[in-house]
């Protein structure tokens, strides 16, 4: 994991300091603004770029708000003075939130062995699959994609409207509760009441994917403020989370001897992580290089006070963004994001995750074929595909290029299709080596990362300052809409194996 770059102070100013000269005060402010007219399309030749007695007494009473903190006073009095990310904190927290919103999905998806012990066949003793057992990986993904959809697609309209500190404890709260309630159903016998059981874990899961949706929206949407290696620590989180989990759940199915022992200490370690980025988020908050970014550095230190400035100066009248105006400049980087995760949630992990391995009787085949083939080498070539693509930042800001690339992984679909799935029915296979079968999810893992991270890293690059937040917001719902369109087609073409 890279660390990202230490930004040092762009001017000699005194921040911290009680004794601050207001004529220089007032020289940042005037050149603060100057630059903030600029970024937004006013040259200086217009009337707005002027700052007058008046406005110079609105900052000043703006900066009296009860909003503001010391801390965040201090930035507002230096706006051109960047903080250094200690320790590199943020970029941490950044990539542990990245793998907090995927830790539901990534638990519930990779706990197969859990899941086809408690909706296997009890009135028998036939191992042949059971109908839960056979379509619950699609009905899983079903249920988390939908209504994380939706709500990624009213976080990117509506979510500014709401304090961002009560959207990402809340979600995280949420998440939390509803996850510790599914450990605890783990040592209950649920085999008198397994479509019941069904119910329950189905209803859980949208809850969960629900805050999912609102804790990822609102993560992208603040990302997108900060340096882009930043918007890498979320993505390269996300797929950080899937190698994780992979590896917790090849640990435990080594050593526990049954699969709700296993799911037990599999999931205790996710509550443990939901709790640790909880903290985490909220002492970054508290952090002057957190809130210098997440601080419109105009001066509108939160919504409640941008709106008051845009009445103080009518000059700013028109610089919040507008949803339409934002998806006509990077909607082909939203049209990628959307159809990275359609072409990969069309066979992942439904098909894959049907696919078995050639031969029988050792280890290997029986029991570490799936975990590893289909959650660790996804996962790992994922995450290799996103940290490559935010080095070099390829194809840049070609997103044309990128769009085609994204079409052309829908060449994957057949070809994983034809492997050799434990359920068949109509297709015939014609791929029935363990080793084509890796090759080809190694190709599939690292293609979905890399450009669904170009995707993510250059949207916030192709708008204005104050339309990034936004932007990412949108790329998060075009992911989510791609998340709900690859589930949905994954349930037909299920049927047609």
Known sequence: MSSPRNEQPLLDTTSDSEDVNEDAISVVKRRSFDDFGNESGYGHNSSHSDINDTDTHDIRDLESTDDYDDDTQQLFKAPNTVPVDRFSFTYIVFYLLGMTTLLPWNFFITAEDYWMFKFRNVTSNSSEITPIQATFTSDLTFSASIPSTMFLILNAIYGHKFRLHLRMVGSLVVILIFFACNTVLI????????????????????????????????????????????????????ALGGVFTAIIEIITITFASDPSESALIFFTIGNILLVLSLVAYILMGRTKFFKYYTTDRSGALSPKNSRLQLQRQPSLVGMEPKFWEVMNKMWLYGFTEWMVFVATLSVYPSVTVLISSQNRGHPWNDVYFIPVTNYLIFNSGDYLGRILAGLIEWPNDKPHLVAVMSILRIAFLPALLFCNTTVRHRLPVFIHSDYIFILLMCFFAFTNGYLANIAMIWAPKSVRNQEKEMASSIMAAFLGIGLAFGSSISLVIVQLL
């Open 187 to 238: 040592k209950v016998n649920t085999d008198k009441w397994q479509d019941t059981f069904f119910d329950v874990t189905i209803v859980s899961v949208v809850v969960m994917n629900i805050a999912t949706a609102i804790l990822s929206g609102g993560l992208f949407g603040i990302s997108g403020q900060f340096p882009s290696e930043y918007i890498t620590a979320v993505v390269s989180g996300q």
